[in-house]
């Protein structure tokens, strides 16, 4: 198998076969492009993410634990290319809520986000990518969907609009007088499944057959379409509506491509129209994650073909069939699944029942089809299924999101149906109506090879250095200029460098750990206002769109549970301990105060004076309007201060410090950071604190915090115009290494109230060929199922996936 593991991705599958035909001008320029383009796929090659979390969906109070896993998606293994793992938590509004930074080892990584308890009920993303991801933009990210039961909002959302009913011929085209087979889908107007009927007839009414949807909105039919021929279908939807659809309309020449599998042999079937055959050589391609692994040059001497290929020469996935005309064009396209049933076999041998807080042990072991155990990494979760329910056919898995989703577009519904059954034939069935309809592409490479190709961006990633450069407003680099670096925080640093000829610096054994609050600023005044900072690696991927839940599945949590009274005095006993209150609240309009990003630590508009975006739109400095408008502020030597200056020429009593200036979450000094360089314009709030009020800062001479109109999002060089010569900003650093809380039980605490509906979530179990890998854990007090779910990888990149359950009484 490892023969097959070669680095390319995709748009390169066709080069192999573009050197060896006629080159036309045309075909010259395609092949430069795509060369070129290889170069810099050999440096930045394309990975595919799994992330495991530890329960199905969560309260707004509760931990997301996860388990990353990543993989070369050349190669199936994980991947040892990027470094980091970026995740951000995107809100139902499609708002950016959370974001971390996880560094990888040998493509594996595990983190947590916390919930807070004020977030809303509703469907969330999870938006994982790594640095090498961004290069190649969104379409590469990974997104996973969950639900969040939090603040109630009780929102009627009436379904508008009709069912929808698409057809999908095989390959890509009808043919007149060419029998094919055709896939259809319908679905309902919240995007989701629905079951239809209907039958199928020429434009003089002939009756042609009838068809009926088979698993989520899906099937497919076979017929010959005759040449001037119209073809429609009247359906029938499970909601009791009808619409008539026409099919695509037949194409008088052309070809064909119908494919099945066999256990040993894939079976391809190339068909085509009379004018074209002996009209040449055509080319065969198959490929996987963008690797050719499969050519073939078939020539029509007759109207039909077939072709049996050796299913070992692709592994476990989607394979992408393309037919090449005697023109080089692409005439046909089929996603077909290829499984060896290959997969890792993850055996424990937990019990079937249990009493609360009982001690649970397991003995895991992984094993390879040849029934040999093997070395691996796995996740593990255990968590109260009556609790927290979901049929294991909708809980996307570790086969579905790095073998199907990863490659297909829109929506797949109930994802691990197609891999829970290994063998089953009818969901064999079923996933190839999948890969007819939702992995219809037409001629998916002449779009691709019509339009410029697709460049890598090469981008800077924050570590734990940080590089930029100064530039005058003349564009002109500051060389050989002071530049200083001011860390807040518990790491209170200042560091400074020179910039070099061209007017990079860099700073260097950082330590960013979490969000990290620098100010980058040069060292003279009369400098700062001739002079531009820009950092590298502030880009900000944007949200793209999202594989999110439909509206339709738009359903509150507890409509799903059915909660055992026990359980339930143990949720009101767990909200009372923790004074969450999830009911429906009502917002009440307020005063405009400080923008929510404040950094106040006493909280937003929590200050003696407070000063608004509205407040100076009139003014031109910052500094004079708050002198002016201010009682009891001063300015002695360009600094302000809180009050009165005594004659330096008395010696006594000592001056007081100058004002503490927090700006944007970044305590700045005011000996090298002067307010009047701020534009008013960018200002969204100023809060004064004086005396007891700005106790928590430790300083007796008070704090001035100002907040941007940006907050703290300083993406896009935003707060590089706020402030010739200064730049603060906020850098995400690496994650906090945190373990999940599992309790220990004995005579003496065994009386306490255990909440845990998630019981144990362990992301490093590490399998041995030696012996079992044994674990334990206590349950908690919630009675009920509950679910195992072992996930993992070896080094070969073999994936697995195993499921218990057992009973708490």
């Known amino acids: 198998m490892e023969s097959y593991f070669k680095t390319t991705v995709k748009f390169l599958v066709i080069i192999a076969l573009l050197v060896t035909v006629s080159t036309t001008n045309a075909q010259e320029n395609v092949i430069s492009k795509l060369l070129v383009y290889k170069k810099l796929l050999e440096k930045n090659q394309v990975e595919k993410i799994h992330l495991h979390l530890n329960q199905p969906f969560y309260m707004a109070y509760d931990t997301v634990w996860f388990k990353a896993y990543v993989v070369n998606a050349n190669l199936n293994r994980p991947s040892n290319i990027s470094k980091n793992l970026n995740i951000d938590l995107v809100d139902p509004s499609g708002n950016i809520i959370r974001q971390i930074k996880n560094k990888l080892s040998f493509g594996l990584s595990d983190g947590y986000i916390n919930l807070s308890d004020s977030l809303k009920s509703g469907n969330y993303v999870l938006r994982a990518y790594t640095d090498q991801m961004k290069s190649f933009g969104q379409a590469y990210e990974y997104q996973k969907s969950f639900q969040i039961k939090g603040k109630s909002e009780k929102v009627n959302k009436p379904l508008t609009g009709n069912s929808s009913f698409q057809f999908f011929p095989e390959g890509g085209d009808l043919v007149s007088g060419l029998k094919t087979r055709v896939g259809f889908k319908a679905t309902a107007p919240n995007g989701?499944?629905?079951?239809?009927?209907?039958?199928?007839?020429?434009?003089?009414?002939?009756?042609?057959?009838?068809?009926?949807?088979?698993?989520?909105?899906?099937?497919?039919?076979?017929?010959?379409?005759?040449?001037?021929?119209?073809?429609?279908?009247?359906?029938?939807?499970?909601?009791?509506?009808?619409?008539?659809?026409?099919?695509?309309?037949?194409?008088?020449?052309?070809?064909?491509?119908?494919?099945?599998?066999?256990?040993?042999?894939?079976?391809?079937?190339?068909?085509?129209?009379?004018?074209?055959?002996?009209?040449?050589?055509?080319?065969?391609?198959?490929?996987?994650?963008?690797?050719?692994?499969?050519?073939?040059?078939?020539?029509?001497?007759?109207?039909?073909?077939?072709?049996?290929?050796?299913?070992?020469?692709?592994?476990?996935?989607?394979?992408?069939?393309?037919?090449?005309?005697?023109?080089?064009?692409?005439?046909?396209?089929?996603?077909?699944?290829?499984?060896?049933?290959?997969?890792?076999?993850?055996?424990?041998?937990?019990?079937?029942?249990?009493?609360?807080?009982?001690?649970?042990?397991?003995?895991?072991?992984?094993?390879?089809?040849?029934?040999?155990?093997?070395?691996?990494?796995?996740?593990?979760?255990?968590?109260?299924?009556?609790?927290?329910?979901?049929?294991?056919?909708?809980?996307?898995?570790?086969?579905?999101?790095?073998?199907?989703?990863?490659?297909?577009?829109?929506?797949?519904?109930?994802?691990?149906?197609?891999?829970?059954?290994?063998?089953?034939?009818?969901?064999?069935?079923?996933?190839?109506?999948?890969l007819i309809t939702q992995g219809w592409r037409k001629f998916s490479w002449k779009n691709e090879l019509s339009k410029k190709l697709p460049l890598v961006n090469e981008l800077y990633n924050i570590e734990n250095e940080l590089k930029g450069n100064v530039m005058q407003t003349n564009g002109k680099p500051y060389a050989n200029g002071m530049i200083t670096l001011f860390q807040s925080g518990l790491r209170q640093t200042i560091l400074q460098t020179k910039t070099d000829t061209a007017g990079y610096f860099s700073f260097k054994d950082l330590n960013l750990i979490d969000t990290s609050n620098f100010v980058l600023s040069t060292n003279t005044q009369k400098e700062k206002k001739n002079l531009k900072i820009t950092v590298l690696g502030l880009e900000v991927q944007p949200v793209s769109n999202r594989k999110s839940i439909p509206s339709g599945q738009d359903f509150l949590i507890e409509e799903l549970i059915a909660?055992?009274?026990?359980?339930?005095?143990?949720?009101?006993?767990?909200?009372?301990?923790?004074?969450?209150?999830?009911?429906?609240?009502?917002?009440?309009?307020?005063?405009?105060?400080?923008?929510?990003?404040?950094?106040?630590?006493?909280?937003?508009?929590?200050?003696?004076?407070?000063?608004?975006?509205?407040?100076?739109?009139?003014?031109?400095?910052?500094?004079?309007?708050?002198?002016?408008?201010?009682?009891?502020?001063?300015?002695?030597?360009?600094?302000?201060?809180?009050?009165?200056?005594?004659?330096?020429?008395?010696?006594?009593?000592?001056?007081?410090?100058?004002?503490?200036?927090?700006?944007?979450?970044?305590?700045?000094?005011?000996e090298n950071f002067n307010i009047s360089d701020i534009n008013p314009n960018d200002v969204g709030s100023i809060e004064i604190l004086k005396g007891t009020s700005a106790g928590l800062y430790n300083t007796s001479g008070g704090v001035?915090?100002?907040?941007?109109?940006?907050?703290?999002?300083?993406?896009?060089?935003?707060?590089?115009?706020?402030?010739?010569?200064?730049?603060?900003?906020?850098?995400?650093?690496?994650?906090?290494?945190?373990?999940?809380?599992?309790?220990?039980?004995?005579?003496?605490?065994?009386?306490?109230?255990?909440?845990?509906?998630?019981?144990?979530?362990?992301?490093?179990?590490?399998?041995?060929?030696?012996?079992?890998?044994?674990?334990?854990?206590?349950?908690?007090?919630?009675?009920?199922?509950?679910?195992?779910?072992?996930?993992?990888?070896?080094?070969?990149?073999?994936?697995?996936?195993?499921?218990?359950?057992?009973?708490?009484?």
């Open 192 to 434: 989701l499944a629905i079951d239809a009927k209907g039958q199928i007839s020429d434009e003089k009414g002939k009756l042609i057959g009838t068809i009926k949807t088979d698993h989520l909105g899906m099937g497919n039919f076979e017929f010959t379409p005759e040449a001037m021929r119209r073809y429609h279908a009247e359906i029938t939807f499970a909601d009791g509506k009808t619409n008539k659809i026409e099919l695509p309309l037949p194409k008088t020449t052309g070809y064909i491509l119908n494919l099945s599998t066999t256990k040993d042999s894939l079976l391809l079937k190339i068909s085509c129209s009379a004018d074209v055959v002996n009209k040449g050589t055509l080319i065969l391609i198959g490929a996987q994650d963008g690797v050719t692994r499969y050519i073939s040059k078939p020539e029509m001497k007759n109207s039909a073909i077939n072709i049996s290929i050796p299913a070992d020469k692709f592994y476990s996935g989607i394979v992408q069939f393309t037919l090449f005309d005697t023109d080089n064009l692409p005439v046909a396209e089929r996603l077909i699944f290829v499984d060896h049933e290959d997969a890792l076999k993850i055996e424990t041998d937990v019990k079937s029942l249990f009493a609360k807080k009982e001690l649970a042990k397991m003995n895991i072991i992984l094993k390879n089809q040849d029934d040999k155990n093997e070395i691996g990494s796995l996740s593990l979760s255990v968590y109260n299924a009556t609790e927290y329910p979901i049929e294991d056919d909708d809980e996307p898995s570790i086969f579905s999101e790095l073998l199907l989703t990863s490659d297909l577009k829109g929506l797949i519904e109930k994802p691990n149906y197609y891999f829970n059954k290994p063998g089953d034939e009818n969901r064999k069935q079923q996933l190839d109506n999948l």
């Open 563 to 670: 909660t055992p009274t026990e359980n339930k005095q143990l949720d009101a006993l767990f909200y009372k301990s923790k004074g969450i209150n999830l009911d429906e609240v009502n917002v009440v309009a307020k005063k405009p105060g400080p923008i929510k990003e404040s950094a106040n630590l006493n909280g937003p508009g929590r200050a003696d004076v407070i000063v608004l975006a509205k407040d100076l739109e009139t003014t031109h400095d910052v500094s004079t309007y708050l002198l002016n408008h201010v009682n009891g502020l001063k300015t002695f030597q360009g600094k302000i201060y809180s009050r009165e200056i005594p004659d330096p020429g008395q010696g006594i009593p000592p001056p007081p410090p100058p004002m503490m200036v927090i700006f944007d979450g970044v305590e700045v000094d005011q």
């Open 704 to 809: 001035i915090i100002i907040t941007s109109k940006r907050g703290r999002d300083h993406s896009n060089d935003a707060l590089s115009k706020i402030a010739k010569g200064i730049f603060p900003i906020s850098v995400l650093g690496y994650q906090k290494y945190r373990t999940f809380y599992s309790p220990v039980y004995n005579a003496a605490n065994l009386s306490n109230k255990d909440f845990r509906k998630a019981v144990y979530w362990n992301p490093n179990v590490i399998t041995s060929t030696e012996k079992a890998t044994e674990l334990s854990f206590f349950n908690s007090d919630y009675t009920g199922k509950y679910k195992v779910v072992l996930e993992g990888i070896n080094a070969d990149g073999q994936i697995g996936r195993s499921v218990y359950y057992y009973e708490v009484k």
